[in-house]
C-alpha cells in the first residue's frame, strides 16, 4: 500500500518533468525554425528585399513555401495579392486559416508585418546591402510562426489572415492595397495587429513590447489579460514620433475603423542600424525572439477566441 501512495504521489511529478523536457523541446525547436528563416530573409543573397527585385522574388517564394508546407493556405487563387507602383509590381503575401467556430469563423483577425526592405545603403567597410533583420525579417517570421502555430493546433476560432507586405518602404503601398481590397470584400474585420522591429529585447526591468496608439483602443489592457502578464505597455517616444500612422496597421484602421496597431520591442535605444547595412542577424537576439513569440501565443489566442469582440477603441 505505501508503495501505491508512493507512486501516486510521484506520478504528477513525473508528468510534470515530462511536460517541462516537451516544452523545452518545443522551444529549441521554435527557436531553430526562428533562426533559419531569419538566416535566409535577411541574408546578402536576397540584396536586401527591395520592392520589384529578384531578391525580394526570393524572399516571397521562401514564405509562400512555408505555408503551403505547413497547411497554411491562401486567403485568394494564389498567396500573392498584386498590385502595381508605377512600372514596379509588387505583392503581399496572404495566407488564411478559417475559424473553427461555425459562427465566429466569419470574423477575421489579421496578423501582419513587412517583408520588403530598401536593398542598399550607405558603404560599411564595403558592405553595401541593407539586410532588414530587424527591420522587419523578424517581425515577418514571428507571423509565420504563428500561422504555423495555429495551422497546427487549430485552436482559432475566428478566421485569422498572416498577412506579409511588400512595399511598406514605399509608403505603406502594399498594407494600403490589400485594405482596401478586403474591405471591398466586406470581411468582418475584429483587429488587426502589425508586428515591427521585434528582433532586441528592452533594457532589463522594461515592459517587453508596447503598442502604437497606446490610448487609441484597450488592446494593451486585453492582451495582458490574456497573456496573464504584463506584456504590452506605452512607449512615450511612440506617441511623439507619431508611430500609429508610419507601419502596416494604419491603413486597415483607416479602411475599416476597428482597433488595427503595431507592436514592437525596438525603442530608439536598444538598436543603432535602422536602415543601416549593420542591420544583420548577428546584431539581433534569438532567444529574446523566441521567447516573445512564445508569449505572445496565449495572448493571440485570447484575442482570437473571445465569445465577444473585446478590443474596443477608445475615440
Known amino acids: 500500500m505505501k508503495n501505491i501512495y508512493y507512486l501516486l504521489f510521484l506520478l504528477p511529478v513525473l508528468t510534470c518533468g515530462a511536460q517541462e523536457v516537451q516544452n523545452q523541446s518545443d522551444y529549441t525547436a521554435l527557436k531553430e ?106 517581425g515577418t517570421v514571428a507571423v509565420m510562426e504563428w500561422a504555423k502555430y495555429f495551422a497546427e493546433t487549430k485552436s482559432n476560432k475566428r478566421s485569422i489572415l498572416f498577412t506579409l507586405y511588400d512595399a511598406e518602404e514605399m509608403g505603406l503601398k502594399g498594407s494600403d492595397h490589400l485594405a482596401k481590397r478586403l474591405k471591398d470584400l466586406k470581411i468582418d474585420l475584429y483587429t488587426m495587429i502589425n508586428f515591427e522591429m521585434i528582433g532586441v529585447p528592452r533594457a532589463e526591468g522594461e515592459i517587453a513590447a508596447y503598442v502604437t496608439g497606446y ?30 500612422k508610419r507601419s502596416d496597421n494604419y491603413p486597415f484602421y483607416n479602411a475599416f475603423k476597428v ?18 547595412v549593420d542591420d544583420e542577424v548577428e546584431a539581433l537576439d534569438f532567444e ?28
Open 33 to 138: 525554425s526562428i533562426e533559419k528563416s531569419m538566416n535566409y530573409l535577411a541574408s546578402d543573397a536576397l540584396e536586401g528585399r527591395k520592392t520589384g527585385t529578384a531578391g525580394l522574388e526570393k524572399a516571397a517564394v521562401y514564405i509562400e513555401t512555408f505555408f503551403k508546407n505547413n497547411a497554411v493556405n491562401p486567403f485568394f487563387e494564389t498567396y500573392r495579392d498584386s498590385f502595381n507602383i508605377k512600372r514596379l509590381i509588387g505583392y503581399n503575401i496572404v495566407g488564411y486559416l478559417e475559424g473553427q467556430d461555425p459562427k465566429l469563423k466569419n470574423e477575421f483577425v489579421i496578423l501582419g508585418g513587412h517583408y520588403d526592405h530598401i536593398g542598399s545603403a550607405k558603404a560599411v567597410n564595403g558592405d553595401t546591402v541593407a539586410n532588414g533583420a530587424n527591420d522587419d525579417a523578424s
Open 215 to 244: 490610448k487609441k483602443s484597450n488592446m494593451a489592457e486585453k492582451l495582458n489579460s490574456y497573456a496573464k502578464e504584463e506584456l504590452i505597455g506605452f512607449l512615450p517616444q511612440a506617441k511623439a514620433y507619431n508611430l500609429f
Open 259 to 276: 482597433p488595427a496597431q503595431a507592436i514592437s520591442t525596438f525603442d530608439f535605444t536598444n538598436f543603432d542600424y535602422y536602415h543601416h
Open 288 to 315: 529574446h525572439m523566441t521567447t516573445f513569440i512564445n508569449k505572445m501565443i496565449p495572448a493571440l489566442e485570447g484575442m482570437i477566441n473571445s465569445e465577444t469582440k473585446e478590443f474596443k477603441l477608445h475615440e
